[in-house]
Structure formats: structure tokens, C-alpha cells
Nanobody, 115 residues
């Protein structure tokens, strides 16, 4: 059974930081791509950041320079370090697994940034 268990969401003031974690099980790990997506109320889900099996990263322009995605292959875990948070970062954040056409999603974790 595939499981992507997310943690680390919560309420934070603008300018603060949070670190999201997503631990995967039941999947091939180490050669897959992982990503973080977010969805705000009334909006489409959008990609925030992604990281390949070899550590190449990509970021949405809106978070570039503020967010950092990383992975720990020994722990089957991907992280999203979020700094300098803004109210517009408020959304449900989802972890995504991808490998050769196989795609899985975490349950989502709420991030709320107050002004």
C-alpha cells in the first residue's frame, strides 16, 4: 500500500517559517521525483517545488528564494522549508510522488499565514 504521510503544517505569522515533511512508504524510492503542490480556496492546485532523484530542484517563481525542497533518501522523506512566509502562501500543501507514470498524492496539510 502506498502512503505519503505529511506533517509540519500549521498557523504562522507573516515572515515566519515552517518545515513540511512527507514520508513515503510502499513505493520505489531513490529514483523518483518528489514535489510539493498547494491549493488555495477557489484556486487550482499549483506546483510549488520539485526535486529529482539526483537532487535537481525547481521552484515556482512565487516562492523562489524563500522555499527550499530537499530529500533524505535514507528516510524516504521529502521536506519543504518555507521561510519569509506571506499571507498569500496560505493553502493546503500536498506532497506528490512520481515515477515512470505512477503518481501518488499525500493527504494535504494546511498552512495558514496570518498578517
Amino acid at each position: 500500500q502506498v502512503q505519503l504521510v505529511e506533517s509540519g503544517g500549521g498557523l504562522v505569522q507573516a515572515g515566519g517559517s515552517l518545515r513540511l515533511s512527507c514520508e513515503a512508504s510502499g513505493v520505489i524510492w531513490g529514483i523518483n521525483t518528489m514535489g510539493w503542490y498547494r491549493q488555495a480556496p477557489g484556486k487550482q492546485r499549483e506546483v510549488v517545488a520539485s526535486i529529482t532523484s539526483v537532487g535537481s530542484t525547481n521552484y515556482a517563481d512565487s516562492v523562489k528564494g524563500r522555499f527550499t525542497i530537499s530529500r533524505d533518501n535514507a528516510k524516504n522523506t521529502v521536506y519543504l522549508q518555507m521561510n519569509s512566509l506571506k499571507p498569500e502562501d496560505t493553502a493546503v500543501y500536498y506532497c506528490r510522488y512520481y515515477y515512470r507514470g505512477n503518481e501518488y498524492w499525500g493527504q494535504g496539510t494546511q498552512v495558514t499565514v496570518s498578517s
